[in-house]
């Protein structure tokens, strides 16, 4: 199957300061990336869809300020997490979908980024 | 709108032993089903899913699951689980057709014992 990297894998931030995390699809083009928040023994909550191009959407109850999606080219998504606070740690999860294929059924998952807020 | 329901949290069984674990669906439309594995900080893998045609589908690590349309489920199946199974795992619904944004459901720790 198509090949999502999620980087970084795992963070330590002050809390204040602002982090990035890198979506990548590896060996196919995704107009659409999803990030999703995991809390712990918790489903995935989805946060935003990133569209390559446009703004992302944000769901009900996400900061758009606070959670700020970049989708620059079709293989790239950017997650950043702006003057983050202990409640913002958790396991972030993003997943792109294939452009072009035909059902297009479905989104291939990074590995996840752990952030830890200090 | 589409939700999943999966009503075990956890599911503890010994090794070699056979398992089943639930997911429940509801939707107004035509859906695809799917099953993710997770492992402690990983990503999800998907294990199987069903889109149309045969309503019984399998993974290539020997977990089936059944399609029922009338009963609105999509239950995973093992007849002989292994340690390595040890995992928590995601059942996901989307709209057949539509813009494809998975709605997951709250996972079920499966716990292999030896």
């Known amino acids: 199957g198509a090949v999502v990297s999620q980087h970084p894998s795992r963070v330590i931030c002050k809390s204040g300061t602002s982090v990035k995390i890198e979506c990548r699809s590896l060996d196919f083009q995704a107009t659409t990336m999803f990030w999703y928040r995991q809390f712990p023994k918790q489903s995935l909550m989805l946060m935003a869809t990133?569209?390559?191009?446009?703004?992302?959407?944000?769901e009900q109850g996400v900061e758009k300020d606070k959670f700020l999606i970049n989708h620059a080219s079709l293989t790239l998504s950017t997650l950043t997490v702006t003057s983050a606070h202990p409640e913002d740690s958790s396991f972030y999860i993003c997943s792109a979908r294939q452009t072009g294929t035909g059902g297009n059924t479905e989104a291939f998952f990074g590995q996840g980024t752990r952030l830890t807020v200090v | 709108a589409q939700s999943v329901t999966q009503l075990d949290s956890q599911v503890p069984v010994f090794e070699e032993a056979p398992v089943e674990l639930r997911c429940n669906y509801s939707s107004s439309v035509s859906v695809y089903l799917f099953w993710y594995v997770q492992y402690p900080n990983q990503g999800l893998q998907l294990l199987l899913k069903y889109l149309s045609g045969s309503t019984l589908v399998e993974s290539i690590n020997g977990f089936e699951a059944e399609f029922n349309k009338s009963q609105t489920s999509f239950h995973l199946r093992k007849p002989s689980v292994h340690i390595s199974d040890t995992a928590e795992y995601f059942c996901a619904v989307s709209e057949s057709g539509g813009s494809y944004i998975p709605t997951f459901g709250r996972g079920t720790s499966l716990i292999v014992h030896p």
């Open positions: 990133s569209n390559e191009g446009s703004k992302a959407t944000y």
